[in-house]
């Protein structure tokens, strides 16, 4: 398994502005993950981001608005930009280690007002 | 048709007894499946993994894979009010190779 935390692990917010979410592992992974989970919901996934790459987005969710950074195998950071209430959620990354379980951060509890 | 479904429950068992938990998928291509425990305001936990078809048991926890069926099962042997939580179903996306699609999740309640 991996140790992973995340800050800030909470935020409030005014709609209009960008919160950035870091993630920072205690090893080095090559394939990072943000999901989020809405109140009452199951994860759904925002993006794949590795290391040397651009971040591989999933279908409803765009760079302009989410931003990821990957600058090196420990660290990475998601950019929740011009918020808006429908953005209050849980955000959460997660790390994969061999051979392919993925493990999760504590996650940031996000609201926007 | 959602990609990986589990009933909601709540799923309400005895201390001591057997919890079975299901999950159906849509993707034939999938390769891995996991189950997670989440406790309310936690993040989720990963509690078993597995990947061919049959049996995997660690502990009190078995998990059952049919890829024929397309099923994915959890059993917990003898429930404890600790495994009170939701499970969730997670299964690899089969044209990105490590991300997951995750069910609903079903709330478990072990009752003393």
């Known amino acids: 398994s991996a140790v992973i935390s995340q800050k800030p692990s909470r935020d409030i917010c005014q709609r209009g502005t960008s919160l950035t979410i870091q993630c920072q592992v205690d090893s080095q992974v090559t394939m990072m993950f943000w999901y989020r989970q809405q109140p009452g919901q199951s994860l759904t996934l925002i993006a794949t981001?590795?290391?040397?790459?651009?971040?591989?987005?999933e279908s409803g969710f765009v760079i302009d608005k989410f931003p990821i950074s990957r600058p090196n195998l420990t660290f990475s950071t998601l950019t929740v930009s011009n918020m808006s209430p429908e953005d209050s959620s849980i955000y959460l990354c997660?790390?994969?280690?061999?051979?392919?379980?993925?493990?999760f951060g504590p996650g940031t509890r996000l609201t926007v007002t | 048709q959602k990609e990986v479904e589990q009933n909601s429950g709540p799923l309400s068992v005895p201390e001591g007894a057997i919890a079975s938990l299901n999950c159906t998928y849509s993707d034939r291509g999938s390769q891995s499946f996991f189950w997670y425990r989440q406790y309310s305001g936690k993040s989720p936990e990963l509690i078993m993994s597995?990947?061919?078809?049959g049996d995997k048991e660690d502990g009190r926890f078995t998990a059952q894979l049919n890829k024929a069926s397309q099923y994915v099962s959890l059993l917990i042997r003898d429930s404890q009010p600790s495994d009170s939580a939701t499970y969730l179903c997670?299964?690899?996306?089969?044209?990105?190779?490590?991300?997951?699609?995750f069910g609903k999740g079903t709330s478990l309640l072990v009752t003393p």
């Open positions: 981001a590795n290391q040397g790459s651009e971040a591989t987005y």
């Open positions: 597995i990947y061919s078809n």
């Open positions: 997660s790390v994969r280690t061999a051979p392919y379980e993925q493990y």
């Open positions: 997670a299964v690899s996306k089969a044209n990105s190779g490590y991300a997951l699609n």
